[in-house]
T-cell receptor, first 114, second 113 residues
Framework: DQQVKQNSPSLSVQEGRISILNCDYTNSMFDYFLWYKKYPAEGPTFLISISSIKDKNEDGRFTVFLNKSAKHLSLHIVPSQPGDSAVYFCAATTVQGGSEKLVFGKGTKLTVNP | NAGVTQTPKFQVLKTGQSMTLQCAQDMNHEYMSWYRQDPGMGLRLIHYSVGAGITDQGEVPNGYNVSRSTTEDFPLRLLSAAPSQTSVYFC????????????FGQGTRLTVV
């Protein structure tokens, strides 16, 4: 059972426009949500995170919005740049039975066209 | 600055062979973890460690062993490789819990034939 879902395998946007990447989750115990970016043949790199007690976190061109009632979060990239073309993973964490749990979505491949 | 270093980058094993994937970090991070990524899938947590001498299982621990004798190193052992373990393996480290920024190595592409 997939607890973190990224339902769009791919997204294509024009340079300068907004990119919106979506993520849904099912486990209400998740307390932090993170976004990672991954280029081919490289390890993921951290982008931004948000605590479940907040509804928005912003870092430069990247903003993450969290809607707890809908169990939905989104990553907004404004303005999008060709260098943003990568696979974006949504991830969620919680602690269960004393063990930490970190669950990733399957990723969304973003292509920003010049 | 090296960050997280994984070796080897590529490896082909025969079914039943054993091997160790190496991971080292030079950032003095307490947390280290191993993930596998399969085609069309997100990363799945195999094992993690919250400090030297302490390890715990993740989502998919079967077939893998880990130990953490130093802060810097966190090797992943495959005792008897199976084709189902063909994957790309990533090691990561972070200063704190998994809800903090993790730094990943470049990955090890393992093929079991």
């Amino acid at each position: 059972d997939q607890q973190v879902k990224q339902n769009s395998p791919s997204l294509s946007v024009q340079e300068g426009r907004i990119s919106i990447l979506n993520c849904d989750y099912t486990n209400s115990m998740f307390d932090y949500f993170l976004w990672y970016k991954k280029y081919p043949a490289e390890g993921p790199t951290f982008l931004i995170s948000i605590s479940s007690i907040k509804d928005k976190n912003e870092d430069g061109r990247f903003t993450v919005f969290l809607n707890k009632s809908a169990k939905h979060l989104s990553l907004h990239i404004v303005p999008s740049q060709p260098g943003d073309s990568a696979v974006y993973f949504c991830a969620a964490t919680t602690v269960q039975g004393g063990s930490e749990k970190l669950v990733f979505g399957k990723g969304t491949k973003l292509t920003v066209n010049p | 600055n090296a960050g997280v270093t994984q070796t080897p980058k590529f490896q082909v094993l025969k079914t039943g062979q054993s091997m160790t994937l190496q991971c080292a970090q030079d950032m003095n991070h307490e947390y280290m973890s191993w993930y596998r990524q399969d085609p069309g899938m997100g990363l799945r947590l195999i094992h993690y460690s919250v400090g030297a001498g302490i390890t715990d299982q993740g989502e998919v621990p079967n077939g893998y062993n880990v130990s953490r004798s130093t802060t810097e190193d966190f090797p992943l052992r495959l005792l008897s490789a199976a084709p189902s373990q063909t994957s790309v393996y990533f090691c990561a480290s972070s200063y704190g819990h998994m809800n903090t920024e993790a730094f990943f190595g470049q990955g090890t592409r393992l093929t079991v034939v």
